[in-house]
């Protein structure tokens, strides 16, 4: 059974949750391609699931941990777009740090092509990172 493409990107979120990323990394398009905010400290552009891959591991640079809550999914055609709620465990402390974000997501033929997240406060989620 093939699935929607809001099944496709909720199991992104649920098998990232289990830890299988290599399930994640197989709902990927080889032609990927992911745009953080250049102001981020694991800011730029990542292709493909390898660069999906290499965006973690500069996030995880900075978080100890990371948690993911999904507050609505809107489907449209190719496209999705999630609601998240983001909660961080900041590296070299125990404080962790809440934002929300919206991301965009793309598909093609039930694989990721795009994903932009879009965050409600870039500035305070660079300070807490940097602090």
Same mark, same amino acid.
């Given at each position: 059974?093939?699935?929607?493409?809001?099944?496709?990107?909720?199991?992104?979120?649920?098998?990232?949750?289990?830890?299988?990323?290599?399930?994640?990394?197989?709902?990927?398009?080889?032609?990927?391609?992911?745009?953080?905010?250049?102001?981020?400290?694991?800011?730029?552009?990542?292709?493909?699931?390898?660069?999906?891959?290499?965006?973690?591991?500069?996030?995880?640079? =900075?978080? $100890?941990? #990371?948690?993911?809550? !999904?507050?609505?999914?809107?489907?449209?055609? %190719?496209?999705?777009?999630?609601? *998240? /709620?983001?909660?961080?465990?900041?590296?070299? =402390?125990? $404080?962790? #740090?809440?934002?929300? !974000?919206?991301?965009?997501?793309?598909?093609? %033929?039930?694989?990721?092509?795009? *994903? /932009?997240?879009?965050?409600?406060?870039?500035?305070?989620?660079?300070?807490?990172?940097?602090?």
């Amino acid at each position: 059974m093939k699935l929607t493409n809001q099944q496709v990107i909720q199991s992104i979120y649920d098998t990232g949750k289990a830890g299988d990323f290599e399930t994640m990394l197989s709902l990927m398009d080889p032609e990927l391609v992911i745009e953080e905010a250049e102001s981020l400290p694991y800011g730029g552009t990542y292709h493909g699931p390898e660069g999906f891959r290499r965006l973690l591991a500069r996030v995880f640079e =900075s978080v $100890r941990s #990371f948690h993911v809550e !999904v507050d609505g999914m809107i489907a449209d055609g %190719d496209q999705v777009i999630v609601m *998240l /709620r983001l909660k961080l465990g900041l590296k070299g =402390s125990d $404080r962790e #740090f809440e934002t929300k !974000v919206a991301e965009y997501w793309r598909l093609r %033929d039930g694989k990721v092509i795009e *994903l /932009r997240p879009f965050y409600w406060d870039t500035a305070a989620l660079v300070s807490a990172l940097r602090s």
